[in-house]
């Protein structure tokens, strides 16, 4: 795991929402990345590099909405109580966590060039082992995750305006983070 937009997305939520409304949006990558499986190891290292650049301009605007709503509650920050996390929220986290990971490039990248041929080849070699691939690349993910989210939620005992700074960090990490996704997108569509 590298840090990314998925992960500054899980930082943000935690200081904002806490560990109970936020630890769903850890399983983001099971949704997610699904369809990356699919399609990557269906035409393998064959993606045009058109749609590479399309994909980073697409995660770079809703890389920037993300930023915009982290400023948002930056800017009105309240540090809400737990108690009054509701289901709903999880799930819409879960949701907007799996929308991030999906438009960003680097699990399309990462399957590409890294886990789609080890998956490959564990297959090759019997179905148990490509199904242990996945499992513990997805374990490790997945608890990496929550042990971030929980981590960082944990920041919120600090009182408010620690937690609010790290609000605001984290807006300014995602603002970052898309505004190179959409330099990176858009050089490369004007061939620069």
Same mark, same amino acid.
């Given at each position: 795991?590298?840090?990314?937009?998925?992960?500054?997305?899980?930082?943000?939520?935690?200081?904002?929402? &806490?560990? !109970?409304?936020? #630890?769903? *949006? =850890?399983?983001?990558? $099971? %949704?997610?990345?699904? @369809?990356?499986?699919?399609?990557? +190891?269906?035409?393998?290292?064959?993606?045009?590099?058109?749609?590479?650049?399309?994909?980073?301009?697409?995660?770079?605007?809703?890389?920037?909405?993300?930023?915009?709503?982290?400023?948002?509650?930056?800017?009105?920050?309240?540090?809400?109580?737990?108690?009054?996390?509701?289901?709903?929220? &999880?799930? !819409?986290?879960? #949701?907007? *966590? =799996?929308?991030?990971? $999906? %438009?960003?490039?680097? @699990?399309?990248?990462?399957?590409? +060039?890294?886990?789609?041929?080890?998956?490959?080849?564990?297959?090759?070699?019997?179905?148990?082992?490509?199904?242990?691939?996945?499992?513990?690349?997805?374990?490790?993910?997945?608890?990496?995750?929550?042990?971030?989210?929980?981590?960082?939620?944990?920041?919120?005992?600090?009182?408010?305006?620690?937690? !609010?700074?790290?609000?605001?960090?984290?807006?300014?990490? $995602?603002?970052?983070?898309?505004?190179?996704?959409?330099?990176?997108?858009?050089?490369?569509?004007?061939?620069?």
């Amino acid at each position: 795991m590298q840090p990314g937009p998925y992960q500054t997305y899980l930082v943000s939520q935690a200081l904002s929402h &806490g560990w !109970r409304r936020t #630890l769903p *949006a =850890a399983l983001a990558p $099971l %949704l997610s990345d699904a @369809p990356i499986i699919l399609l990557v +190891l269906l035409v393998l290292s064959r993606v045009p590099r058109w749609l590479e650049l399309g994909l980073r301009c697409a995660g770079g605007v809703f890389l920037l909405w993300l930023a915009w709503r982290a400023f948002d509650r930056w800017r009105h920050y309240r540090l809400a109580s737990e108690e009054h996390a509701g289901a709903a929220s &999880g799930t !819409r986290g879960l #949701l907007a *966590a =799996a929308a991030v990971n $999906l %438009l960003n490039p680097n @699990p399309w990248l990462g399957w590409s +060039l890294v886990m789609g041929p080890l998956l490959l080849a564990a297959w090759r070699v019997g179905a148990a082992d490509g199904l242990a691939v996945l499992v513990a690349f997805y374990g490790t993910m997945v608890a990496a995750s929550a042990g971030i989210v929980v981590l960082f939620a944990g920041a919120r005992r600090f009182g408010a305006r620690v937690a !609010r700074g790290l609000v605001g960090v984290s807006a300014a990490g $995602l603002a970052c983070f898309a505004a190179w996704q959409l330099w990176w997108g858009v050089a490369g569509l004007l061939g620069r």
